[in-house]
């Protein structure tokens, strides 16, 4: 199984804050990445697709970035609504596994 | 937009089943299929395994082969997942979750509509 290491577990963020999550796959995914938001007691929902596709509607404060098998979501200006869990998921191949979560606080 | 509603809260005893079902406002089309993914407490997201209605095939995460069974009955629009053996370890959220599916055994795109989630508790 392809497995996704998703760093870091927690953050502590003020509004405004550019916040980066990393998510590292354990071999070549190509771009097959998706990120996800999820708030409490809602299901998650899509925001990035094939590592850097951001889903129509999501606000372009989000991104997606790839380096080899590093993945990246950036926000680049937080703000009080992106206060959730954020999960990866790769859809190379079977099982798509999602990373572990990084749930982001405010400070 | 289509959207997934899913059945309500399940308490259950240990030992016993659940069915869960997802109907899908927009239908069981040959370009859909249907995700189940699971989130225990405070946990994070487990995939369980997906239905390929258009070929009434269903593939399953390693953890549940032999004690779930998903299925469709694209009539209704409508996809089952069933759980047998329950134990306390299977209390969780529960939610189906569709993906474009452009054949050939590709699975490769991602989930982008999710039901609400159904809460099953299993307790004596």
């Known amino acids: 199984d392809i497995q996704l290491t998703q760093s870091p577990p927690f953050l502590s963020a003020a509004v405004g804050d550019r916040v980066t999550i990393t998510c590292r796959a354990s071999?070549?995914?190509?771009?097959?990445l998706a990120w996800y938001q999820q708030k409490p007691g809602r299901a998650p929902n899509l925001l990035v697709s094939?590592?850097?596709g951001l889903r129509s509607g999501v606000p372009s404060r989000f991104s997606g970035g790839r380096s080899g098998t590093e993945f990246t979501l950036t926000i680049s200006s937080l703000q009080p609504e992106d206060f959730a869990t954020y999960f990866c998921?790769?859809?190379?191949?079977?099982?798509?596994?999602f990373g572990g979560g990084t749930r982001v606080e405010v400070k | 937009q289509d959207q997934l509603e899913q059945s309500g809260a399940e308490l259950k005893k240990p030992g016993s089943s659940v069915r869960i079902s997802c109907k899908a406002s927009g239908g069981l089309p040959n370009s859909q299929l249907i995700n189940w993914v699971r989130q225990a407490p405070g946990q994070g997201l487990e995939w369980m395994g997906r239905i390929i209605p258009v070929h009434r095939s269903s593939d399953y995460a390693q953890a549940f082969r032999g004690r779930a069974t998903i299925s469709a009955d694209r009539s209704t629009g409508t996809s089952y997942m069933e759980l047998t053996g329950l134990t306390s370890a299977d209390t969780a959220v529960y939610y189906c979750a569709r993906a474009s599916y452009p054949g050939w055994g590709s699975f490769s795109l991602p989930f982008d509509t999710w039901g609400q989630g159904t809460l099953l508790l299993v307790s004596s």
């Open positions: 998921q790769q859809l190379k191949s079977d099982p798509p596994l």
């Open positions: 094939g590592a850097v």
């Open positions: 071999h070549d995914i190509n771009d097959f």
